[in-house]
T-cell receptor, first 115, second 114 residues
Framework: GAVVSQHPSRVICKSGTSVKIECRSL??????MFWYRQFPKQSLMLMAT?????????EQGVEKDKFLINHASLTLSTLTVTSAHPEDSSFYIC???????????FGAGTRLSVL | EDKVVQSPLSLVVHEGDTVTLNCSYE??????LLWYKQEKKAPTFLFML????IEKKSGRLSSILDKKELFSILNITATQTGDSAVYLC??????????????FGQGTILTVHP
């Protein structure tokens, strides 16, 4: 299957700092990527849809000024958690659909801990 | 609001047992039903189901979809300790983009003891 690379895998930062997470499709182009958040023992919650060449689409309740998304190219989307606070601590995962748009492949995830 | 519900939420079995995981969904503009296995990190793709009644198989795993009842099951026969994981069911719908959004269920935590 397709490969999606996510970096970094782990971040520990102080409250108030900004954290950037990268998601790359390694062997295919992705005009759309998705960003999810997963709390312990809970399912994946879609945060936003990242669209290459246009603004991201955010799900209800997700602050777009807090979670900045930039889809810089057909293989790269970034999520920046601005002014992170302890409640932002979570597991963030990106995904990209395959060429047919049916199956989504996931990055390895980023565990963010805000102290 | 789109919703996917999985049951049971957790399951503990012994090696060799057969398990059935359930997934029901209510999704507008339903496109397909996907099953993923999540161990410590990102979910890995297992199956995608689009049509009712057609069983998909991969080794000891199989899955089937009932679009009338809005239901899918994932079967694992002769379970092994390596099957221990969280199994996620997700419904794909046609959202604002050509590639559908996924709505995930809560997951079923499967633990297989030797």
């Amino acid at each position: 299957g397709a490969v999606v690379s996510q970096h970094p895998s782990r971040v520990i930062c102080k409250s108030g700092t900004s954290v950037k997470i990268e998601c790359r499709s390694l062997d295919f182009q992705a005009t759309t990527m998705f960003w999810y958040r997963q709390f312990p023992k809970q399912s994946l919650m879609l945060m936003a849809t990242s669209n290459e060449g246009s603004k991201a689409t955010y799900e209800q309740g997700v602050e777009k000024d807090k979670f900045l998304i930039n889809h810089a190219s057909l293989t790269l989307s970034t999520l920046t958690v601005t002014s992170a606070h302890p409640e932002d601590s979570s597991f963030y995962i990106c995904s990209a659909p395959d060429v047919g748009g049916n199956i989504q492949y996931f990055g390895a995830g980023t565990r963010l801990s805000v102290l | 609001e789109d919703k996917v519900v999985q049951s049971p939420l957790s399951l503990v079995v012994h090696e060799g047992d057969t398990v059935t995981l359930n997934c029901s969904y209510e999704v507008t503009n339903f496109r397909s039903l996907l099953w993923y296995k999540q161990e410590k990190k990102a979910p890995t793709f297992l199956f995608m189901l689009t049509s009712s009644g057609i069983e998909k198989k991969s080794g000891r795993l199989s899955s089937i979809l009932d679009k009338k009842e809005l239901f899918s099951i994932l079967n694992i026969t002769a379970t092994q300790t390596g099957d221990s994981a969280v199994y996620l069911c997700a419904a794909s719908s046609l959202g604002g983009t050509s590639y559908g959004k996924l709505t995930f269920g809560q997951g079923t935590i499967l633990t297989v003891h030797p």
